[in-house]
């Protein structure tokens, strides 16, 4: 079966830091492109940053870069969103995502992805 678990969410001050971690079973990270996504309250889900396995290309939102990185460890299986200086508008629940489009070299990622987690709740006060 196939699954990614989330974990690493929780309640921050402005300025502070996450690590959310994306663990997946019953498929390799590495035959995938991986995405982040978060959904805030009363908005759409937005893709924030993906990853292509195979040459490690990176994509990144705009209002994320320079803050957020993406990394995958193949050994674990899992993929990690540092999160630094976080910022309130940065508050919501946050999926990882497997096999999605993701295209670096465009800046773009798409919103559809085959695998999908249940999502870990960021919130950042003020």
């Known amino acids: 079966e196939v699954q990614l678990v989330e974990s690493g969410g929780g309640l921050v001050r402005t300025g502070g830091s996450l690590r959310l971690s994306c663990e997946a079973s019953?498929?390799?990270?590495?035959?995938?492109?991986i995405g982040w996504f978060r959904q805030a309250p009363g908005k759409e889900r937005e893709g924030i940053s993906c990853l292509i396995s195979n040459d490690g290309s990176i994509y990144y939102k705009d209002s994320v870069k320079g803050r957020f990185t993406i990394t995958s460890d193949t050994a674990k299986n899992t993929v990690y969103l540092h999160m630094n200086n976080l910022q309130p508008e940065d508050t919501g629940v946050y999926y990882c995502?497997?096999?999605?489009?993701?295209?670096?070299?465009?800046?773009?990622?798409?919103?559809?992805?085959?695998?999908w987690g249940q999502g870990t709740q960021v919130t950042v006060s003020s």
């Open positions: 995502a497997a096999d999605l489009i993701c295209i670096p070299a465009l800046q773009a990622m798409g919103i559809a992805s085959e695998y």
């Open positions: 019953g498929f390799s990270f590495d035959a995938y492109n």
